[in-house]
């Protein structure tokens, strides 16, 4: 009597939605973003941290604070978006919190990006720090014209005004 060998495999996936990492969201237009803006804002923390004769303390003091604010604040939208976090605190509007944050880090790093490159007085790492300044205002407007698309949207074709 012949014998047969049946072999049994069992695979299983795991989805994002069941708590593990989307990695997947380090790969798409928000991510990358969200990725420039935190590597932007962390050599901005460095270069003014790390500069010697800060020729205006006050004003390299403020991009500091606002540049380190911001920083925080994207590394922790990332870690959400990474971990699907913001889908368990459904309580919280996360796309007009965004926006908000988009909007204010926006103007503020502008702001403190053009004091810094007037201040800097050929201090390299305070130019520098400046220039990133302005590249991470950049990746914000970016992400704020995305972030409006995405909460405002455009209003249906069969809709009538």
């Given at each position: 009597?012949?014998?047969?060998?049946?072999?049994?495999?069992?695979?299983?996936?795991?989805?994002?939605?069941?708590?593990?990492?989307?990695?997947?969201?380090?790969r798409t237009?928000?991510?990358?973003?969200?990725?420039?803006?935190?590597?932007?804002?962390?050599?901005?923390?460095?270069?003014?941290?790390?500069?010697?004769?800060?020729?205006?303390?006050?004003?390299?003091?403020f991009f500091?604070?606002?540049?380190?604010?911001?920083?925080?604040?994207?590394?922790?939208?990332?870690?959400?978006?990474?971990?699907?976090?913001?889908?368990?605190?459904s309580c919280?509007?996360?796309?007009?919190?965004?926006?908000?944050?988009?909007?204010?880090?926006?103007?503020?790093?502008?702001?403190?990006?053009?004091?810094?490159?007037?201040?800097?007085?050929?201090?390299?790492?305070?130019?520098?720090?400046?220039?990133?300044?302005?590249?991470?205002?950049?990746?914000?407007?970016?992400?704020?014209?995305?972030?409006?698309?995405?909460?405002?949207?455009?209003?249906?074709?069969?809709?009538?005004?």
């Amino acid at each position: 009597m012949p014998h047969a060998v049946v072999t049994t495999t069992t695979t299983s996936s795991r989805t994002p939605a069941d708590g593990t990492m989307d990695v997947g969201y380090a790969r798409t237009i928000p991510g990358l973003l969200k990725l420039g803006q935190i590597v932007a804002l962390l050599t901005v923390v460095l270069c003014v941290h790390c500069a010697h004769g800060w020729p205006n303390w006050a004003a390299f003091q403020f991009f500091e604070v606002v540049a380190m604010w911001f920083l925080g604040v994207f590394l922790i939208f990332f870690l959400m978006h990474l971990f699907k976090l913001h889908a368990k605190m459904s309580c919280i509007n996360w796309p007009l919190t965004e926006f908000f944050h988009y909007t204010v880090g926006a103007i503020l790093v502008f702001i403190a990006s053009i004091v810094a490159a007037t201040k800097s007085r050929d201090v390299s790492a305070l130019v520098t720090a400046s220039v990133f300044g302005f590249i991470a205002t950049f990746l914000m407007v970016v992400s704020l014209w995305t972030s409006y698309s995405v909460t405002c949207g455009s209003p249906h074709a069969g809709a009538t005004v």
